[in-house]
């Protein structure tokens, strides 16, 4: 018998809300592992799990399952070397028994003694159970195991879950409460976030993933505190107040430049007392310096909060992207000015940055940022990643697609709405390289076929795709490749608006130089 705590009493039906802490092994025994049933889908989805159109159950992710059993064992082995104190899932399972199945619930007081025998439905945190119960019986099925495996699972045989017991409940009134843990609660403020770990340095060579994060929170506090910066308090700090751009958006937009193709992508080694970082911060408030003067009459002025399409996330996440490109054709004299002593602005690179964006003439900085912007009233990863191209095709003349059928039929319509397919969509051309990938860009898309219709087009195009390809689940091993690529689609008029009829893109991706 288990002894639990009554959190809540139900007036009616002798519904209960309880607490207790249970043993895994137990759980192991009479948790029912359900999910609901996919009508596509005829086949039974696992022996150890149970379908049916009743369960409220998402289905089981086989990825976040092997990720957990590692967090797992990572704890685990931590506390066991004296690294840390193993706070292994502190916060509680939601289970739900009924009486009818054989459980037995015998009261007293504000407590009551519970007996579990069967069919003990998981209501939050099926993934941790499973887990847990996976890596168990890998370890039970071993015939040897080493000292780091006999620690795991001696640890597994004595752990106990916090757990929240939900008493006769049926389905219908567990599914309510599947509901409010997952979908209602408000989510963690993604700015917070990154103050919270972003604050911690870890030497740990292949703590790379955390330490982007603390490098990124740290020049986007530089960007917001120093006076000669175009974002002096002018960056939403915690996600609140006023500000052209959130801190999690800065955040995460100069992470970018920590990966593959990314300005900073060299930064890999572990940081020492000799490491000079500052060098980041330093061309950070030069380049942004020298954007605001070369397009003065665009930026707000100082008195100004809110900001205007140039240094709203569009514009400032496509001028962070073009970051890596304007290093790239910086001469070395003005890269090395950025390494000085003291985080200030660099008057070379300050003066490269600003001679290559006077080529962008007014009429395109105009179509860019001006008050009737193509860009006004639009947001989000396509608008950004279309401005990024737009100015480095105006600055560097690298074309967005080919000049070949552009007056007959919508070229970059095209461009820019396969390329958003691409990013929502998995391929099974690219599904087979390595741990996982990323479509990064779409480029030289050129027109091979097409044939006209009333108000469609039926085309077929070729393409290059910018894929980066991780061969790690912390991201921290991969590389960049560009893949010749071709698609057949077709793209409708409505409204006056050419739109991807998506159901139509049947796509080939040439990865034979990847396995040569």
């Not at 000015?337 to 008057?347: A, P, Q």
Request: some cysteine; glycine content about 4%.
């Amino acid at each position: 018998m288990i002894q639990t705590l009554i959190q809540q009493r139900h007036k009616d039906a002798g519904k209960l809300v309880v607490q207790a802490l249970i043993p895994f092994k137990l759980l192991n025994d009479v948790a029912l592992f359900t999910c609901k049933a996919n009508p596509k889908q005829n086949e039974e989805y696992s022996s150890v799990v149970k379908e049916n159109y009743e369960y409220y159950q998402r289905r089981i992710i086989d990825k976040r399952i092997a990720d957990i059993e590692e967090y797992i064992k990572q704890c685990i082995l931590s506390e066991d070397k004296g690294y840390s104190i193993t706070a292994l899932f502190p916060t509680s399972l939601i289970l739900a028994f009924n009486e009818d199945d054989g459980n037995q619930v015998n009261l007293s007081g504000d407590s009551c003694s519970i007996d579990l025998n069967t069919n003990v439905f998981i209501v939050d945190g099926q993934h941790r159970m499973m887990a847990m119960k996976t890596l168990y019986a890998k370890l039970k099925q071993s015939l040897f195991l080493n000292r780091d495996e006999q620690v795991v699972l001696e640890f597994l045989e004595t752990y106990r879950f916090n757990c929240v017991l939900l008493v006769n409940y049926d389905l219908w009134e567990q599914s309510q409460v599947f509901v409010n843990v997952n979908f209602q609660q408000k989510s963690v403020n993604r700015s917070l976030y990154y103050e919270v770990f972003g604050s911690q340095y870890d030497a740990n060579p292949e703590k790379w993933k955390q330490n982007h994060i603390y490098l990124a929170h740290n020049l986007t506090k530089v960007l917001n505190e120093k006076e000669m910066s175009p974002y002096y308090r002018k960056i939403k700090m915690l996600g609140t107040g006023e500000g052209y751009v959130s801190q999690a958006f800065f955040v995460e937009a100069l992470m970018r430049q920590f990966s593959l193709n990314g300005a900073w992508s060299v930064y890999k080694k572990v940081k020492d007392g000799n490491d000079d970082v500052k060098y980041m911060a330093v061309e950070l408030l030069s380049y942004f310096a020298a954007v605001k003067d070369v397009f003065k009459s665009y930026w707000p002025s100082e008195y100004e909060t809110k900001g205007t399409i140039i240094c709203k996330t569009t514009g400032t996440g496509a001028f962070v992207r073009l970051l890596a490109d304007m290093r790239k054709h910086a001469p070395e004299n003005a890269i090395t000015s950025l390494y000085k002593d003291n985080v200030s602005i660099s008057d070379q690179y300050y003066k490269f940055v600003k001679s290559r964006l006077s080529s962008i003439k007014t009429e395109k900085a105009d179509y860019l940022f001006g008050k009737k912007s193509a860009f006004s009233g639009s947001s989000g990863k396509g608008s950004e990643v279309k401005m990024y191209k737009e100015l480095r095709s105006a600055i560097f003349g690298e074309p967005l697609v080919s000049d070949r059928e552009q007056s007959k039929i919508p070229v970059m319509e095209i461009a820019e709405q396969l390329q958003a397919y691409y990013w929502m969509n998995q391929e099974s051309d690219l599904d087979c390289l390595a741990y996982r990938y990323e479509f990064d860009d779409l480029s030289n898309l050129r027109v091979e076929e097409y044939e006209c219709k009333e108000e469609a087009i039926s085309c077929r195009v070729k393409f290059d795709s910018g894929i980066t390809i991780f061969s790690d689940n912390e991201d921290v091993i991969g590389f960049s490749m560009s893949f010749p690529s071709e698609a057949s689609l077709v793209m409708k008029k409505t409204e006056n608006k050419w739109v991807l009829e998506e159901n139509s893109v049947k796509s080939r991706f040439d990865t034979s130089k990847y396995y040569s």
